[in-house]
């Protein structure tokens, strides 16, 4: 924006900006932790400013009052950039929820009709498909062909396999399903999945910053889920698992249901003695945190147990790990969107798995695994290979 053009403060900004985050963007006090900590600093030249963002949307700045939310292209385009992965919140002095005052200037900027392009075709795809991925609701079901998954009955079932938009219509994605499925049934759990009738959770609406939208989706899903009689899930998503448990009405998530991530459900198996590895597996594995799982949500120990309780692994950290642990780059809807050559996180994740001379590089997110094996595809690399947890324990078993 020039120089000589004024800024404009626009009050309705920032006290719409105080009622979606409840506060939480007051809070900030501009020391610059969550700049510094970004990991858009280690792919590009200049930093992505979170503290500029927040700053300007504290102040209400609004581009020659013509509607911008914030002033200047490139303050636009850098409210879509954030992954959402909470690095900065890990590290924030002040506790701020960084993730959600992202979420709600991306509401502010659907209220004003200033979003990406190819954002509203994803809403349209959920609103009509039931999906993000634009496939038909028909389809739904397909991964599970050959599996022999009964409906889920309440009366006969533990618990309700959620699978997930993602790993029902994603090629790659429906290999975990697949895997989970086998696993399931090799520690005799009984279990059933909802099959077409399985609704989407909403995390691509909320992701992408459209709150009245998700707001609508959760309800929707949350009243099948009571329908259904549904009191426990499991989760093959860290999102999934994140929106039921964190952004859900309380009237539902925890009293009508209480979702677990699959790796938390799996290291209850194991902790139980129903899953067991008679045949060791030889292979050297590292393991890639999902943000969802580890920092919103603070699930290390699960996936971990469950790697070490298989025989014949040897079990290594990566340079960053745990809270540190670096994105891969599909969080905050940056899925739905395309990352330049170069700019991606993923690429320097393989490298500091690279670094560990590891067999396999697992993870437990198919957000994951399609960004990192996107990179090693890239770079021509065939070692490590990129597995999902599910994936790594059902081979085990089938030892």
């Known amino acids: 924006m020039p120089q000589d053009e004024p800024y404009v403060i626009d009050d309705v900004l920032w006290e719409r900006l105080i009622e979606l985050t409840d506060g939480e963007a007051g809070l900030c006090y501009q020391c610059g932790v969550c ?10 030249q200049e930093y992505l400013s979170v503290r500029t963002l927040i700053r300007q949307a504290q102040l209400g700045l609004c581009e020659n009052g ?59 795809s959920i609103q009509w498909n039931g999906n993000p991925w634009s496939q038909p609701p028909s389809q739904r079901s397909a991964w599970s062909k050959g599996l022999d998954v009964p409906a889920f009955d309440p009366d006969q079932h533990e618990i309700l396999l959620y699978v997930g938009c993602t790993s029902s219509y994603d090629r790659r994605a429906q290999k975990i399903a697949r895997a989970l499925t086998r696993v399931l049934q090799a520690a005799g759990v009984s279990f059933g999945y909802l099959g077409e009738d ?45 929106v039921f448990r964190n952004h859900y009405p309380e009237e539902f998530c925890g009293e009508v249901f209480f979702p677990h991530h699959y790796t938390q459900y799996l290291a209850h198996l194991v902790n139980e003695g129903r899953l067991n590895f008679p045949v060791p597996l030889e292979a050297r594995v ?19 147990r469950v790697l070490e309780s298989i025989p014949g692994i040897e079990f290594v950290e990566m340079q960053s790990h745990g809270v540190d642990g670096l994105c891969c780059g599909g969080g905050g809807g940056r899925m739905w969107l395309e990352t330049e050559t170069g700019e991606r996180f993923a690429d320097l994740r393989v490298q500091q798995a690279l670094a560990t001379e590891a067999d396999i590089l697992a993870t437990a997110c198919p957000f994951c695994v399609a960004c ?16 999902d947890l599910a994936e790594i324990v059902a081979s085990a078993l089938q030892r």
């Open 35 to 44: 700049t510094a900590v970004c990991p858009w600093g280690e792919v590009r």
């Open 66 to 124: 013509e509607g911008a939310i914030l002033p200047g292209e490139k303050e636009h385009l850098n409210l879509w950039l954030c992954t959402t992965c909470a690095q900065c919140q890990a590290y924030c002095p002040r506790g701020v929820d960084i993730s959600r005052v992202v979420r709600a200037l991306r509401s502010i900027a659907w209220e004003r009709r200033k979003v990406e392009k190819g954002l509203p075709s994803l809403l349209w």
């Open 198 to 242: 399985e609704p989407c959770c909403g995390e691509a609406a909320l992701s992408v910053g459209h709150q009245d939208f998700f707001q609508e989706i959760a309800h929707q899903t949350a009243q099948r889920f009571s329908q259904r009689g549904v009191s426990q899930l499991i989760t093959i998503s860290p999102h999934c698992y994140d």
């Open 286 to 304: 590292t393991f890639q945190d999902p943000c969802y799982l580890g920092r919103h949500n603070g699930e290390y120990a699960a996936p971990r």
């Open 372 to 387: 990192l094996e996107d990179s090693l595809k890239a770079r021509g690399i065939r070692s490590p290979r990129v597995l």
